[in-house]
């Protein structure tokens, strides 16, 4: 219990760091392009693969129950999961780092 809670908590300072600065898709919403409020590969490669360039392995790894769409939930999860090296359920220091990393001048949510 401690670890979801520590999980939910990190990722929701991760979310809010990705908002103070110009993001991608914080939501799933901004990439899915029919509107059923959940990703397909194509969906999810024209917005994180085409950026990322690991569409398709990300994609795979984040569909928790292999039904070929993301919900928001593995969404969140795989983006949290990205940051959390070591699987400890914490984003820690330098785990942490990797997400300023990511959104200064040039990193993957700087666009």
Known sequence: MTI???KIAGLGAILFSLAAAPAMA???GEWDADGD???NQD???????SAYGEGESAFSSW???SDGMLSEDEYNNGVYNAYDDDGSGVIEEPEFGDVG???GDGGFWDV
């Open 4 to 6: 979801e809670l520590n």
């Open 26 to 28: 914080l939501e799933i």
């Open 37 to 39: 409020s959940v990703l």
């Open 43 to 49: 969906e999810f490669n024209q917005g994180w693969g």
């Open 63 to 65: 569909d928790e129950d």
């Open 101 to 103: 990393d990511d959104m």
